[in-house]
């Protein structure tokens, strides 16, 4: 299928003031009126909509046939196969994720490639009212775009999906196994022919990158520009995790990597600014933080200077997802990998993490204990020091929940001999000898990040059945934002921290990513609109995770539609496939 080449034409953001939402309404209203008595398909009566362009909300009906909303207003005189009584409830275009590892796994088990269509469904992903989702994120793409999307087609997935070129997946069907180093120019031209026949007829939205990742870290900031020049032409976003996200990136050890500075966040802002200026194309910060020392508390001056950045005519986005630990948090291990010998290289394998420290430690010299000293602390002060590092599961229960710096004053210890410990003492089937969580990430800062109008909401998130996540597996691959990421922007940031309002916070989840992504007929509750719908209650609307208990999906998420079915009916899912691979439209880039 061709999709054929798709001229940028520049849009204001879609903006109404109150008059104008106003006049909307009462033509709306009018319209429906002096229109015959009619049935729709779907009936949302009674609802304050919020339409996905920040303007103030109004009550009214929405009709839907088919796919689409057909009518707003007063539809009093009109009845509907189905009708929800949306008195007193919210009833906003269904949310966009900007960062959601779906589709991007090699075997296809785990999300909407599965063969389990309880797993295509993306239960955890509706049931937080999202109807689109960005995938291929972080550089990943497992097979060609092509492919992908065919296979999409062909099973049938819950929320619509936007596929986007991976950088990693690109460096690999050109590079082969030889990825650990630059691509040549001939390399990249590959590449960029590559993406350029995806822009052009698979539907691509852009390039993902994950430079901080293998292959992409061995990338240099020339291939990502001349990568990046293909996109503008095509409206295709850049959206990179960048080459690191504090004063290092997550693989930099001090002993091992330290005979060069490591690239730091600024470095990484610099890096992704300049394709920004050079190309033109449309780039967004994806799961934007500040982590670690230096940053921590320095979000302002992050944002300040990519608003510099807009200022002076870059088109610069950012994405953030709504809590103070990341995905890499989940799994902290102080210890460095090369303290646990061949150990280390036997994922999935049960092997004796605290004999293989021993035998390490017994081994080394004075200079070698020191190395293992630096690089603990290193990791420990990069996710937020010991006092934002908290355990999760230990042999001895009174250690859970308590965070590494109550245990050095309860045991005397110091950080490093504290670590060592939990290793020897505790659970030898696992590195660290516990499941902790670090808390890398200050919530002050995303207070700041998300008073952006240019910040999107995003889970950074993947496809978790709860019924799964537990015993041994409770805190293995699943995170609090892939069940609470969407209800919790809404409720703790916009309601009860008074961030912004619910109509801002909801055009960041829903108008703003689809102006990001270029999709003219989603992200807004207006007639002629694809008929992706969430209807809330915000008295009731919460994220139900905690770190300790983070599959649980939310409440107060009542109905959502997605191309005029429902997958959540009354806050139950469906599980209904009715979602699509979706393609960018021609006619909207990103203000």
């Not at 010998?341 to 010299?365: F, H, I, M, N, S």
């Not at 603990?376 to 002060?381: A, D, E, G, V, Y």
């Amino acid at each position: 299928m061709s999709f054929g080449n798709r001229p940028r034409l520049r849009l204001q953001p879609f903006r109404l003031s109150l008059a104008v939402a106003a006049l909307v309404a009462s033509c709306a209203t009018a319209s429906a009126a002096q229109s015959p008595r009619r049935q729709f398909d779907i009936l949302i009566r009674g609802g304050e909509i919020v339409d996905g362009t920040g303007a103030p909300r109004y009550r009214g009906d929405v009709g839907i046939d088919g796919d689409t909303i057909v009518a707003i207003g007063e539809l009093s005189s009109t009845t509907a196969r189905k009708v929800i009584d949306a008195k007193d409830r919210i009833v906003s275009p269904g949310f966009v994720d900007m960062h959601a590892h779906v589709a991007d796994d090699e075997g296809g088990s785990m999300g909407m490639l599965s063969d389990d269509p309880k797993r295509r469904a993306a239960q955890n992903y509706v049931a937080q009212g999202v109807t689109t989702t960005v995938g291929n994120p972080d550089g990943y793409q497992s097979m060609p775009l092509d492919k992908q999307r065919a296979l999409l087609t062909r099973t049938g997935i819950g929320p619509n999906i936007a596929l986007t070129n991976g950088h990693n997946g690109l460096r690999a069907m050109v590079m082969g196994e030889d990825q650990a180093r630059p691509a040549t120019a001939a390399e990249i031209a590959r590449m960029r022919s590559n993406l350029h026949e995806d822009l052009a007829r698979h539907g691509s939205f852009g390039l993902s990158l994950g430079v901080e990742y293998f292959s992409g870290r061995y990338s240099t900031a020339d291939e990502q520009l001349e990568l990046a020049r293909e996109l503008p032409a095509y409206n295709g976003i850049f959206i990179p995790h960048v080459r690191s996200q504090g004063i290092a990136p997550m693989w930099y050890r001090p002993s091992v990597d330290g005979s060069t500075p490591p690239p730091t966040l600024d470095d990484s802002i610099e890096e992704t600014l300049r394709v920004a200026r050079e190309t033109g194309a449309t780039v967004v910060f994806t799961h934007m933080k500040a982590w670690g020392p230096g940053y921590r508390g320095h979000a302002q001056e992050i944002v300040d200077r990519l608003q510099a950045a807009r200022d002076q005519g870059s088109r610069v986005f950012m994405d953030v997802y709504p809590y103070d630990s990341s995905g890499s948090d989940g799994d902290f291990v102080a210890i460095p990998p090369w303290a646990f010998g061949t150990a280390a290289g036997t994922p999935g394998e049960r092997v004796d993490y605290a004999q293989a420290v021993g035998g390490t430690l017994k081994a080394a010299d004075a200079q070698r204990r020191d190395d293992l000293s630096r690089d603990t602390r290193h990791t420990i002060s990069l996710k937020g020091g010991v006092e934002n590092i908290v355990v999760l599961a230990y042999p001895d229960p009174a250690y859970v929940g308590k965070r590494l710096s109550e245990l050095m004053a309860l045991r005397k210890l110091d950080d490093v001999a504290l670590v060592l410990a939990l290793q020897r003492e505790g659970d030898g089937s696992l590195p660290g000898g516990a499941r902790m969580r670090s808390f890398s990430m200050d919530e002050e800062d995303i207070k700041t990040f998300y008073r952006q109008p240019w910040a999107a909401t995003s889970t950074d998130g993947w496809v978790v059945l709860p019924e799964e996540a537990v015993g041994d597996r409770k805190y293995v691959n699943t995170n609090r934002r892939v069940f609470g990421s969407f209800p919790r922007r809404i409720a703790h940031y916009s309601q009860a921290q008074g961030v912004d309002t619910l109509e801002q916070a909801i055009r960041s989840m829903s108008g703003l990513p689809a102006q990001i992504l270029s999709l003219a007929d989603r992200g807004r509750i207006a007639v002629g609109m694809k008929a992706d719908v969430t209807v809330l209650d915000l008295a009731r609307l919460r994220d139900n995770t905690t770190y300790l208990e983070p599959s649980v999906y939310p409440d107060g998420i009542e109905h959502v539609i997605v191309n005029g079915t429902p997958v959540v009916d009354g806050g139950k899912r469906t599980l209904a496939l009715p979602g699509k691979v979706l393609s960018p439209s021609a006619s909207v880039v990103a203000p």
